[in-house]
């Protein structure tokens, strides 16, 4: 089977730091997204990794190890604009166009 | 910067009604996709079209769904007879390569079944 694991629920404080792991069990993998959403809204795109390692890109990163099924995003001096939900998908497989969705972490940024 | 846009945003129908959902995927974009959010759970692929024709389809996607790309700009997906477990948000998505880009969003459209 395919599962994707976020946590449900996070909370910081603005100007914080915050990580919001993704754990992945697919039957392959060819790179994984992480998307915001904000309540009723369409999922938009943050970032992309398929190698191992860090991607930056202004206050977010995300970093890869393919060996361990494990992601996770790094959002700097954290905003109340970044209160949203946040998505992990993987493509799970170099021959398909389809995303696998985490159920998503919402995150709620406290002043 | 360019979007992909749903219409409509809200759609309430009578089980058993046929229902299409409009989309304009990005203009140079050759990829386009449905996936499907039901209230509270995770986003679920439908299907996905390339080339006039369906690349892959999911188990959801049986023969009551259908999709086409009538003109050069829109894309629809048709459901023939709507069940109640077809309320979702339903989002349309398209990208301009296959691998390593994102597939871009657009802001779905509400599907209620009475």
């Known amino acids: 089977g395919q599962n994707i694991d976020q946590p449900t629920e996070m909370t910081a404080t603005e100007g914080a730091i915050v990580q919001i792991n993704c754990t992945y069990q697919t039957s392959g993998f060819n790179g994984l997204f992480w998307y915001q959403q904000h309540a009723g809204e369409a999922p938009t795109f943050l970032s992309y990794?398929?190698?191992?390692g860090l991607e930056e890109k202004g206050r977010f990163s995300s970093f890869l190890s393919r060996s361990k099924g494990y992601s996770y995003l790094l959002l700097k001096e954290l905003q109340m604009k970044d209160s949203a939900s946040y998505l992990c998908a993987v493509r799970p497989s170099y021959n398909t166009d389809k995303l696998i969705f985490g159920t998503g972490t919402r995150l709620q940024v406290f002043p | 910067e360019p979007e992909v846009t749903q219409t409509p945003s809200h759609q309430v129908t009578q089980m058993g009604q046929e229902v299409i959902l409009r989309c304009v995927p990005i203009s140079n974009h050759l990829y386009f996709y449905w996936y499907r959010q039901i209230l509270g759970q995770k986003v679920e692929f439908l299907v996905s079209?390339?080339?006039?024709?369906?690349?892959?389809k999911s188990e959801i996607f049986d023969d009551q769904f259908s999709v086409e790309r009538p003109d050069g700009s829109n894309f629809t997906l048709k459901i023939r007879s709507t069940k109640l477990e077809d309320s979702a948000m339903y989002f349309c998505?398209?990208?301009?390569?296959?691998?390593?880009?994102?597939?871009?969003f657009g802001d779905g459209t509400r599907l209620s079944i009475l």
């Open positions: 990794n398929v190698l191992d």
């Open positions: 998505a398209s990208s301009d390569s296959r691998y390593n880009q994102p597939q871009h």
């Open positions: 079209f390339y080339n006039n024709e369906i690349s892959e």
